[in-house]
């Protein structure tokens, strides 16, 4: 297990976009890469001079066929693989979007009622920070893991009442 993130430094950065909308969170069933198999919410890895909205507006436009409005930047996701790889993950929330979700040869559109998220089929952190980011709250997480297996999580909420 990690002693300290201090000097922690990625070695891939990323993004990630959840759209809220009339009580129900729009997921992708992921075809490729990364969490092939698993749900989530949009999102991949940032090009050269993007910025980390800029690649979350292209990823959805790319793997959903939807351009997302004013998004808004809640969370920041720090993850360490004993494979090596360091990603850093800024996470979006936002209501509404441009087109239709259609499925692509990345992404399989998917809406789940907030009450319903199937944590089953996803990652194992995102049962600890997903609910609140759905519901507006800002937050910094960092996780180990060991291929799909956690080793541990910190989560803090920023500015959160009730912590």
Do not use: Y
């Not at 989530?40 to 979350?56: D, H, W």
């Not at 194992?124 to 519901?135: E, F, N």
């Amino acid at each position: 297990m990690r002693d300290s993130w201090e000097s922690w430094v990625p070695n891939l950065h990323a993004n990630l976009v959840f759209i809220v909308q009339n009580g129900s969170v729009l997921l992708i069933h992921k075809k490729r890469g990364l969490g092939a198999g698993k749900l989530n919410g949009p999102g991949g890895k940032l090009e050269p001079g993007e910025t980390a909205m800029e690649a979350a507006v292209r990823e959805a436009q790319e793997e959903l066929c939807i351009t997302p409005l004013d998004l808004i930047e809640l969370g920041w996701l720090h993850f360490d693989f004993t494979d090596g790889l360091k990603l850093h993950c800024t996470v979006f929330r936002g209501e509404s979007f441009d087109g239709t979700p259609t499925e692509t040869d990345e992404a399989r559109p998917e809406w789940f009622g907030i009450d319903a998220i199937p944590f089953d089929r996803m990652w194992a952190d995102d049962i600890h920070w997903l609910p609140g980011l759905i519901a507006g709250r800002k937050f910094a997480a960092w996780f180990e893991f060991d291929g799909e297996t956690m080793l541990s999580r910190r989560i803090d909420w920023i500015n959160a009442p009730d912590q």
